[in-house]
């Protein structure tokens, strides 16, 4: 298949492009910098150059593909203190890629998350979390447009959405993970809130892009897939493998005080949220292989460098 791949040369899409490579298929790559559009050609893609904003750029792209997978989104901003337009952004793409594929049957997979699908103390399954408020706000608003592209299965595309892990793991990684590491470096402590006891969904990102490519090549239209290898990893277990790492001492910090601890972090970092990916496991045959993310933490990836002002890239 010829897939067109938005957000190609970010974190998931520039491992989601050689696992498509490495298995037949052709990809053409949305690149909005010189550099981006270098590194997919290098990856032996094709690009079309434009933003996710490009709706042009992506209707004619996606029409002339045989199949898509939405990565991009504007983290930056939505980081920043603009996540309504960023979903606003991620929605207006999401339509226009399923309005260029409609009546086709042809796949469109888009990336959403498993954080805050179902209250602390429950387990998340590919069910949940389907009746959202249409006037949801923030990170919540993303998840109508998983909605949104999961509604296009009525109207003649195969459709689905990867609800991926908050950390979505593996040498490299710029994200919540390396974040984290880089407050522990900045402050000189390694912290975790109350007991620790709170956990967090975790994917290597080698199996993340491999269960991209078994959905744009078999699931079916309509499907929730969860990108989930470990169920939930306990921060305390991750504050003390990153304390290890550094050579710092490993403490509690109070909820009150996450905020001024951790900055943008700190509304996230004391989330308990465990998800399962029992079903997307059983449709697909996917099976995850990679390292568990505190085998990434011990193997010193994300206390080689890190950066405390991350947030995260489109």
């Known amino acids: 298949m010829r897939i067109f791949v938005t957000g190609a040369s970010g974190w998931i899409g520039s491992a989601v492009v050689p696992e498509l490579l490495g298995h037949g298929h052709e990809v053409v790559g949305l690149a909005r910098s010189d550099a981006s559009a270098a590194a997919l050609e290098q990856a032996g893609a094709e690009v079309v150059r434009g933003s996710v904003d490009d709706l042009d750029v992506l209707g004619a792209t996606a029409s002339a593909s045989d199949g898509v997978i939405h990565l991009a989104f504007k983290h930056d901003i939505a980081f920043s203190g603009d996540f309504a337009g960023a979903a606003t952004s991620d929605g207006a793409a999401i339509e226009t890629l399923g309005s260029a594929l409609e009546g086709t049957g042809k796949p469109l997979f888009i990336a959403s998350g498993v954080l805050g699908l179902v209250p602390p103390g429950q387990v998340g399954t590919e069910a949940d979390g389907h009746d959202v408020d249409p006037s949801a706000v923030g990170p919540a608003a993303r998840a109508l447009n998983a909605e949104l592209a999961l509604s296009f299965a009525r109207r003649g595309v195969r459709s689905g959405t990867v609800r991926l892990a908050p950390t979505v793991h593996g040498d490299g990684d710029e994200g919540f993970m390396a974040s984290i ?5 900045e402050t000189g402590v390694s912290a975790y809130v109350g007991d620790g006891s709170n956990r967090w969904p975790a994917v290597h990102r080698s199996d993340a892009a491999r269960l991209y490519r078994l959905a744009v090549e078999q699931a079916p239209a309509g499907s929730t897939l969860h990108g989930v290898a470990e169920e939930g990893v306990s921060f305390r277990d991750i504050a003390e493998a990153i304390g290890r790492q550094l050579d710092v001492p490993v403490r509690s910090i109070e909820p009150a005080d996450a905020a001024a601890h951790f900055g943008w972090l700190g509304g996230f970092i004391g989330l308990d949220s465990v998800a399962s990916s ?14 568990t993310l505190l085998e990434d933490l011990d193997a010193g990836h994300y206390t080689r460098s890190s950066r405390a002002d991350w947030a995260p890239a489109t």
């Open 181 to 185: 590491v880089g407050v522990a470096r």
């Open 278 to 291: 029992a079903a997307t496991r059983d449709l697909l045959g996917w099976q995850p292989t990679g390292p």
